[in-house]
């Protein structure tokens, strides 16, 4: 496993990070979810200013970041355009 990350270089490295990372977000999210948390995911932040609170080592991608609390219910708005599932995912 480890030469077929090698040989594919450092951009397929990255773009794997990033694959592997949105995969974990969405089951931290769902999971949280299932335990009565609220989770907001965030990429409006600077991750050079990430790296350097958190003392990241080099080998780190700040993918995302994800917010956890408790939804304020008493605020929402409604929610913005959802492609329908029906149009992306076909059971054969
Ligand atoms: C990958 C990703 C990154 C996001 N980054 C931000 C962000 O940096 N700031 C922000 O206000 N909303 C961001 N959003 C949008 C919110 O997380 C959220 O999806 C949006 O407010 C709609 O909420 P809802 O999905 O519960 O309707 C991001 C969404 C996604 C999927």
Redesign the pocket.
């Known amino acids: 496993m480890t030469h077929f990350y090698e040989e594919r270089g450092e951009p397929f490295k990255r773009v794997e990070a990033i694959r592997n990372a949105?995969l974990s977000?969405m089951l931290f999210m769902l999971t949280a979810k299932e335990q009565g948390w609220d989770t907001?995911?965030?990429?409006?932040?600077e991750a050079d200013k990430l790296i350097e609170a958190l003392q990241l080592e080099e080998r780190f991608v700040p993918v995302?970041?994800i917010?956890i609390g408790k939804e304020d219910t008493t605020s929402q708005r409604p929610?913005?355009y959802?492609k329908p599932i029906g149009e992306f995912v076909k059971y054969v």
């Open positions: 949105s977000a907001c995911p965030m990429i409006g932040f995302m970041l917010t929610r913005g959802r």
